[in-house]
């Protein structure tokens, strides 16, 4: 019997009575008090005049009409899903292609897809740590990486944010002979960039591996878009490992782990949402594979995010409202509590323009913000709105 089971006896908690659901309803009324109740809200597939700042299509290209064709031919050819796992049905002549494309992008021997950047992380934290083993994350790291960090069952230190001392100091306190460190090339929410350089360093002094997640950086920072690490100088380093979203810069859906051929080679004999998991749709991976070549072809739009980014930014700063400087393509403007934020939302959103609120539990109490992404095919026109319906909302 389940030890989170306990038998029916003496020591057994006696029944409170009611419906063993009642604690939801309980909860969801803390919730609501708390400014923290979440709606799931549909969009319709046309918004005229509506510009979009809430998702993360950073380049533009999801409605390409060379990602849209590539996506069509994928379908005819491959049909709509990938019909099993990688290791059985689920992996074509596309998913061969991205993955040889995408590591020859991002500088690395090889990289191979998951149907979900989230099950990326948890496929490579929990396939490369244990118990007996040390995870360092940074404290605003993404769910994902949160949630692998547990999975692992490995010891876990959450060290402050960006803080390269507190890394190197609990690696060289640690009893474990294996340790990871994991961070954000570009974090989520305010945008700033991961010191990668130092942390290498620190990861290589002290004998450990440096995983870093590229989500926010694939297509948006360094030269032509290649990414953190890249931009780093640790493209080919072989202790220091990436993974990557095709949901955001590529336009599509589905995640990769990139990094030295032998550590996908270990993943595709240990990960579990590798071996068990559906694969990633062929039609996906015919825009992402798209998208990529776009943007190997048009090196520049990934300046021109960055670019439109910081005008949104500075914009902001301009109107008198605390904004932050971005490293990637998204920009926070604190407003403080989560009833604020997503009044001041939801206003720009009646003015036409969508924005993204970020409440607890994605930011600290007291710090809620509206988060604006920026996209590559914004115009001039375009920025200018932004900030004129920012000035009246918030």
Not at 259 to 270: A, E, I, K, N, S
Request: charged fraction near 20%; proline fraction near 5%; hydrophobic fraction near 50%.
């Amino acid at each position: 019997m389940s030890e989170n089971h306990p038998p029916a006896g003496a020591d057994a908690p006696a029944p409170s009575g009611g419906h063993p659901l009642d604690w939801l309803d309980a909860n969801e009324k803390e919730r609501v008090a708390a400014g923290l109740r979440r709606r799931v809200r549909p969009r319709p597939a046309d918004e005229p005049g509506v510009l979009d700042l809430a998702g993360n299509d950073y380049l533009g290209l999801a409605r390409h009409p060379r990602v849209l064709a590539a996506s069509a031919a994928a379908v005819a050819a491959w049909g709509a899903g990938s019909t099993g796992s990688r290791l059985v049905t689920g992996s074509t002549e596309l998913h061969a292609e991205l993955e040889t494309e995408l590591a020859a992008h991002s500088g690395a021997e090889a990289s191979l897809v998951f149907s979900s950047g989230y099950l990326a992380n948890i496929a490579a934290i929990t396939s490369l740590v244990g118990r007996g083993d040390l995870v360092v994350s940074d404290a605003v790291n993404h769910a994902s990486i949160v949630d692998a960090c547990r999975l692992s069952r490995a010891r876990v230190a959450i060290t402050p944010h960006c803080d390269v001392e507190a890394v190197a100091a609990v690696l060289a306190d640690r009893a474990e002979e294996r340790a990871l460190v994991v961070v954000d090339a570009v974090f989520s929410v305010d945008g700033d960039l991961a010191p990668l350089a130092e942390l290498a360093a620190v990861v290589r002094r002290h004998n450990a591996v440096l995983l870093v997640d590229e989500a926010h950086g694939l297509g948006v920072v360094g030269a032509g878009g290649r990414g953190a690490v890249h931009e780093a100088g640790l493209a080919y380093a072989d202790d220091v490992l990436r993974t990557v979203t095709l949901s955001k810069s590529m336009g599509s859906q589905g995640g990769a782990v990139v990094g030295p051929q032998r550590v996908v080679d270990h993943l595709v004999d240990t990960a579990r949402p590798f071996i068990f998991d559906t694969a990633l749709a062929p039609v996906s991976a015919a825009a992402a594979l798209e998208s990529l070549r776009m943007l190997r072809e048009q090196p520049e739009l990934a300046d021109g995010v960055r670019r439109r980014a910081l005008e949104l930014a500075e914009g902001a700063r301009a109107l008198g409202l605390n904004a932050t400087t971005p490293s990637g393509a998204v920009a926070s403007v604190l407003v403080g509590e989560p009833d604020a934020a997503f009044a001041a939302a939801a206003r720009c959103a009646d003015a036409g323009v969508r924005v993204g609120c970020f409440r607890p539990p994605s930011v600290p109490d007291g710090i809620s913000r509206l988060r604006l992404a920026a996209r590559a095919d914004l115009t001039d026109a375009d920025v200018a709105r932004a900030l004129d319906v920012l000035a009246k909302a918030v």
